[in-house]
């Protein structure tokens, strides 16, 4: 089983929607982050979390830290969200930990 | 500010040939982290580098190593590359390590025919 597991796997939606892309883990961990993958590749930075929620603009990341879940909201969906979502924990390990990715398609 | 920059963003490579694939990362940020993204699975740590030490590796083979140099700049290097080496090289940045965020550069597409 992974350290990380994201849901769901796929994910397709009109445009207007509101999105909700879940994570959980089962290490202990310091930190979430939540990150976004276009499909050249690169990769940006949404959130990283410790504890409760945050916001950024359309973006919303909550996490329970007793519950060992995180998730991800996208109100309004937009065909511009379309991109791979990845959950990542920061561990005492020095290294991060990534979910396989949850792959967003918004169509007008 | 300029962010984390890799380069080349594309290279292609011949089995057996070396890559040297090159990350700097944003200023007054220490460390920087390796990643793979091989294709049709997540990102796999490959290394991290703090103030110039080699501080954590993964589970890859000694043919990837690395450096970081005293700008903090970082060189990742793949020795006797083969064709599943192919895969989305990802650096990123951090100031220090743990908690801090991490930047994430554009990555470098390494293919190996």
């Known amino acids: 089983k992974n350290e990380v597991e994201q849901s769901p796997q796929n994910l397709t939606a009109q445009e207007g929607e509101f999105i909700t892309i879940n994570c959980s883990y089962s290490?202990?961990?310091?930190?979430l982050h939540w990150l976004q993958q276009h499909p050249g590749g690169g990769i940006v930075s949404l959130f990283m979390?410790?504890?409760g929620k945050k916001k950024h603009g359309r973006l919303i990341a909550t996490i329970n830290i007793q519950e060992k879940h995180s998730s991800l909201h996208i109100t309004a969906s937009h065909p511009r969200d379309s991109a791979v979502y990845i959950c990542?924990?920061?561990?005492?390990?020095?290294?991060?930990?990534f979910g396989t990715g949850t792959r967003l398609q918004v169509f007008p | 500010e300029a962010g984390v920059t890799q380069s080349p963003t594309h290279l292609i490579k011949t089995r057996g040939q070396q890559a040297t694939l090159r990350c700097s990362p944003i200023?007054?940020?220490?460390?920087v982290y390796w990643y793979q993204q091989a294709l049709g699975l997540g990102l796999q740590f490959l290394l991290w580098?703090?103030?110039?030490?080699?501080?954590n590796r993964g589970n890859f083979p000694p043919r990837f190593s690395g450096r970081q140099f005293p700008n903090y700049s970082s060189e990742l290097n793949v020795n006797a590359l083969e064709l599943e080496d192919s895969a989305l090289y990802l650096c990123?940045?951090?100031?220090?390590?743990?908690?801090?965020?991490?930047?994430f550069g554009s990555g470098t597409r390494l293919t190996v025919v």
């Open positions: 990123a940045s951090s100031l220090g390590g743990r908690p801090y965020g991490y930047t």
């Open positions: 290490v202990g961990i310091s930190a």
């Open positions: 979390l410790s504890s």
């Open positions: 990542a924990v920061d561990t005492y390990t020095d290294k991060l930990i």
């Open positions: 200023s007054g940020h220490t460390s």
């Open positions: 580098y703090d103030e110039g030490e080699e501080r």
